[in-house]
């Protein structure tokens, strides 16, 4: 009986050996997780909440995460970039938190990401808009959804086409662009208050734009910050681009702290007349250029300041048409350690495909204007000569600083290299002196007269050169 045992008890540690083989062999034949070393693809690139909170409000917007590989990836953090203080969550596949960890996804597979917001505006003074981003790190690359939300009441524009009247009871911001397309017309009307966010463009696309401020009333173009430290922050934005415009005009307006105030490429040839006419507007503390007029585009100016812009006031570039009268163009701009404020010229050299392209001024006309800064030469010509082109200059009763001066036929009754005693240059104040040069030394019978200077004070008999009459 004893035997017996003993061998039942053999038998026993024999079938459990036999299972422990059973279950490691089957273990082994499994295969392992093998791991695509891709990166995810997201249903959008910016998750944009464009409801306008003016109590309390709470909205949910989603997006999917893809994996385009036939393996499995494995995300290995999710975190939401502002942490437990930003005013978005976020709930990926039913997992909630400011940072989430090995997340599998199969191939060709995806998840849904749930994100939600709270803004409490009451009270508060907050950013026109609000962000976040939420970073994803798969196989060591690190991929971004931006998140954005509205933060005060407003229009907000989102990459949207534009036509007809902004109405003018509450700030527009642009966020990315807002367009007038092709054959349309939008006008923007007095005491419109327009915010654009960072690289944010008005974008007018063979149409016409027409800004409709008045002396007091004006309409005004910033970046969307509102905290005071930008408020003399240049490059927020980038300004408004014309392409193959129908004729537009800007009045009274006041374009401040982007790259290009004013960017003009080309126009539409079938309309003679100006691209754009632009009259008692202020263009101030722009990053690169206050006007910029690129490749056959034509403006027409009066009474406009446009001072203190990083690289040029005014640049002319492989041709195209300008007419000003009785403006400022100031330079002392933050970039403009070796750039005049004017610079005028009629061809582009494409290094890149080692191409130049030249183009004819037609009109190159300033009169009763002012052309200064802190350099030796604030005005710069540099042109080709062919037979194809025209070049056309006059400039008369202007106000320059250039050393060495110029002599060409083109240029008359030219007061060089004057202190026009600004009253602060610093506060942008370029109202001047009774001791100035510029005190009556214009001459209004060159064009049609302008009874009244961009603050609205009349012009004299005999009136003085530049935007304001002292």
């Known amino acids: 009986m004893k035997q017996n045992q003993i061998t039942v008890k053999k038998a026993g540690i024999l079938f459990l050996f036999s299972l422990a083989l059973i279950v490691a062999s089957l273990s082994s034949c499994k295969k392992p997780l093998l791991l695509s070393k891709g990166n995810l693809e997201f249903s959008v690139d910016t998750v944009v909440f464009d409801t306008v909170f003016t109590t309390i409000g709470s909205t949910t917007q989603q997006f999917k995460i893809y994996n385009p590989e036939n393996k499995a990836v494995e995300i290995e953090e999710i975190e939401l970039m502002g942490g437990e203080s930003s005013p978005f969550r976020m709930n990926i596949d039913g997992e909630i938190g400011t940072s989430l960890t090995n997340i599998t996804i199969e191939g060709e597979d995806s998840l849904f990401a749930f994100i939600e917001v709270t803004l409490n505006v009451n009270g508060q003074t907050l950013p026109l808009i609000i962000e976040d981003s939420i970073r994803f790190r798969t196989n060591g690359v690190d991929q971004y959804v931006k998140l954005a939300v509205w933060g005060q009441d407003a229009y907000f524009h989102y990459k949207d086409v534009n036509e007809g009247i902004w109405p003018n009871d509450k700030p527009h911001v642009i966020y990315g662009y807002a367009a007038v397309d092709s054959a349309k017309s939008l006008i923007i009307q007095e005491d419109t208050e327009i915010y654009l966010h960072k690289n944010a463009i008005l974008y007018v696309y063979k149409g016409s734009l027409d800004i409709q401020g008045s002396l007091g009333h004006e309409v005004t173009l910033q970046g969307d910050r509102l905290e005071s430290m930008y408020d003399d ?69 009066e009474n406009c300041v446009i001072s203190k812009n990083g690289t040029h006031a005014l640049l002319v570039l492989e041709g195209g048409d300008y007419n000003f009268n009785f403006c400022d163009f100031i330079g002392f701009g933050e970039g403009q350690s070796s750039t005049p404020a004017v610079g005028i010229s009629n061809f582009y050299n494409d290094y890149a495909n080692g191409t130049q392209n030249i183009g004819s001024i037609n009109e190159g006309t300033i009169y009763n204007s002012v052309i200064y800064g802190g350099q030796d030469a604030e005005l710069v010509f540099n042109t080709i000569n062919d037979i194809a082109i025209t070049l056309n200059f006059d400039m008369r009763n202007c106000m320059i600083k250039r050393t060495p001066t110029l002599t060409d036929s083109f240029l008359n009754s030219i007061f060089w290299n004057y202190n026009p005693l600004f009253t602060s240059v610093t506060d942008n104040d370029f109202t001047f002196s009774a001791g100035s040069i510029l005190n009556n030394n214009s001459n209004p019978s060159l064009q049609t007269y302008l009874p009244l200077d961009i603050a609205g004070n009349p012009r004299g008999p005999i009136p003085d050169i530049g935007a304001y009459e002292n």
């Open 233 to 301: 922050v240049p490059g927020q934005y980038y300004g408004i681009y014309f392409q193959e415009a129908r004729p537009s005009t800007i009045n009274y307006a006041i374009i401040k702290n982007g790259t290009s105030g004013i960017h003009l490429f080309s126009r539409d040839n079938t309309f003679p007349g100006y691209t754009l006419t632009v009259t008692n507007t202020i263009i101030n503390n722009n990053a690169r250029y206050g006007i910029f007029i690129y490749s056959g585009a034509k403006v027409k100016g």
